[in-house]
């Protein structure tokens, strides 16, 4: 990690972000609007590609409402053929470079029949379907204890914060849990059912591992979904990622309004 953190030093003239932020599919806009310095993934050592289309592979720096941030313009995925610590290792650079704070967002499907495409839903619990976990290996006892208690990943005090914000900016915050599977193909009608019987209410690809290791680093995390699509069998129309862009892109406005008013909180 010392040539990562090292060579982002350099190129940011030892820029200390308090908070991060992870922008999930179609919610990059954030980092264009802010950007003082970007770095491409593919330029920073050890660190790997993202190459869905909505995650433009880019660490933004940024000073938004008085406080430093720096931003993920899209995320790292399990799918994509990186093991779990390739895909937290991020996390881990962003603990070092000064950040207490995380907010991680993301694309999902709704697997409560009541929440929306474009609806943003505030994450109070996950679920772990993805058959792993990104602690797995020889523990690094510099960053966290063997065992992370994980009965408050995403944090009570920033979660009323974000429902304060939310109020304030007259934006309707869903809440609830969000479950992650590996992917890359969406969960048959069936699946879907078992999992709202589990008791969640959104379904994605990601955010679990990095919520995981956050929580295991000391971060405090919140976490945001936009919800872009019926899951499979809530709604009445075939799954395409297009539709998350789309849907992605009708939430973007509210988001970046709620994710501002956060940071200007915190």
Same mark, same amino acid.
């Not at 010392?2 to 200390?16: L, S, V």
């Not at 289309?53 to 720096?61: E, I, P, T, Y």
């Not at 931003?71 to 995925?77: K, N, V």
């Given at each position: 990690m ?15 972000p308090?908070?991060g932020?992870? +922008?999930?599919?179609?919610?990059? $806009? ?8 970007g ?8 660190f790997a590609?993202?190459t869905v ?9 940024a ?16 799918y ?25 967002t ?8 009541e929440?929306?495409?474009?609806d ?24 966290g204890?063997?065992f ?23 934006? $309707? ?19 879907i ?33 936009c919800i872009t ?5 809530v709604?009445?129309?075939? +799954?395409?990622?297009? $539709? ?11 988001f ?8 200007a909180?915190i």
């Open positions: 010392e040539n990562t953190i090292q060579f982002i030093n350099q190129r940011t003239n030892n820029f200390k308090e908070i932020i992870i +922008l999930g599919s179609g919610l990059g $806009e954030l980092a264009d609007e802010f950007c003082d310095v770095i491409n993934y593919s330029d920073i050592p050890d590609c993202s289309a909505g995650h433009k592979g880019r660490l933004v720096f000073e938004i409402n008085g406080k430093k941030v720096v931003m993920m313009q899209g995320r790292i995925h399990f994509e053929g990186h093991p779990l610590n390739i895909v937290t290792y991020p996390i881990k650079v962003l603990k070092a470079l000064g950040i207490k704070t995380l907010i991680l993301n694309a999902a499907g709704a697997v409560n029949p929440f929306n495409p474009a943003l839903m505030l994450i109070s619990d996950h679920i772990n379907f993805m058959g792993t976990n990104p602690l797995i290996g020889k523990n690094d006892d510099t960053l204890v063997r992370p208690d994980m009965s408050e990943i995403y944090r009570n005090d920033l979660r009323k914060l974000a429902k304060h914000c939310a109020e304030k900016l007259n934006i $309707e915050l869903r809440e609830g849990v969000y479950l992650a599977t590996t992917g890359p193909s969406y969960e048959t009608p069936a699946e059912r078992a999992y709202r019987l589990l008791g969640a209410d959104a379904v994605g690809m990601s955010t679990v591992p990095e919520a995981v290791v956050a929580n295991y680093c000391g971060l405090n995390v919140l976490g945001i979904s699509n019926q899951a499979a069998g709604g009445n129309t075939k +799954l395409s990622h297009a $539709e998350v862009i789309e849907s992605a892109n009708l939430a973007k406005n509210k970046k309004g709620l994710i501002k008013e956060i940071i909180n």
